[in-house]
Every structure is written in structure tokens, then in C-alpha cells.
């Protein structure tokens, strides 16, 4: 059945990546399949599913300057994506809205999971960040939300963690 292939494959999950909460959103509920960083994914998470983590603060920081900041440039990212910012906050895309402000709804929590298929240099996307390396994901898999602390880089999910995953 679906529900126990999905089992299988988020039982395959050991690692994950912390994102800012607005950027862990737009990959679940939107359609960013890249994450953005200054470094290379790990050679052994290439081909590999692994969790996408909301952390603490969107913006990277306390505050509402801060989730402001954040919530703008997701706008700004998913509109040159194909999105059309509304005027009520929502963004819509093929039929699809998503309220902007729900994108960073749950922080410190498990989103979604992903498999990394591999990296590169070039703007492919409205969501690729110039200057950075570009995560390729593809097969994203939106959960119930697993709360738990994240860290920073790609990390290790304790057996606690993974089986909550697994339920969810």
C-alpha cells in the first residue's frame, strides 16, 4: 500500500538539514527544490532522503524585523518561481495558494523530507541563490510536523527522532 511505501522510505532516513523556518516551508507547501549553502553536500547524502528541518527563527533571528525579512524575500524568490503574490498575503501558482505567513508556522520541527540528487553552480531556478551551491531535491514528502532540535550542517537523527518520523 502507499502508506507503508512512504513507511519504507522515511524509515531510510538518518540525516537532515536545518533551515530557516520560511525557507523549510517554501519547500514543503511551494515548489523550492534547491536548498541554498556555501558548501558542498556531504559525497555519502548524494542520492540519500533526509529530513527537512524548520529551525528556531525565521530570518535567522528574534524578532518581527526579523520574520518580516524573511517572509519578503520567500516572496520575492517564489514570484520570480511563477507565484503571483496576492494581495491578501497569499501567494498562487497552478491553482495552488499557500498564505505566505503559514510558510514559517512550525519552527523547530521536521517539514518534510527530500532526496538530494546532486549539486551545481548554475541559475536554473527562480530559486537558486547566485554565488551559492545549489542543493538539487527532488521527491519531497511533506509530514506531520516531528518536533525536535536541530543543528547546524547535515546531522545524525537520533532513533527517537526517526521513529516519530516514521508515525508521522
Sequence with gaps: TMSSELATSLQ???RAITLWPEWAGSIAYLDKRVENRTWEPPKDVIGTRIA???GAYTGGGKG???RIEG????ARMATRSGWQLRRDGSLRKDGSTVALTSLDARCGAILATAVV???DVDQ???WDVPGQV???LEDVIVVQPVLCVGLQRVWRLDEQVRSRLVAA
Design 124 to 126: 536554473r531556478t527562480g
Design 117 to 119: 540528487v546532486g549539486f
Design 64 to 66: 518581527t524585523g526579523r
Design 134 to 136: 545549489h542543493w538539487r
Design 71 to 74: 517572509l519578503t524575500a520567500v
Design 52 to 54: 527537512i528541518h524548520a
Design 12 to 14: 531510510d532516513v538518518t
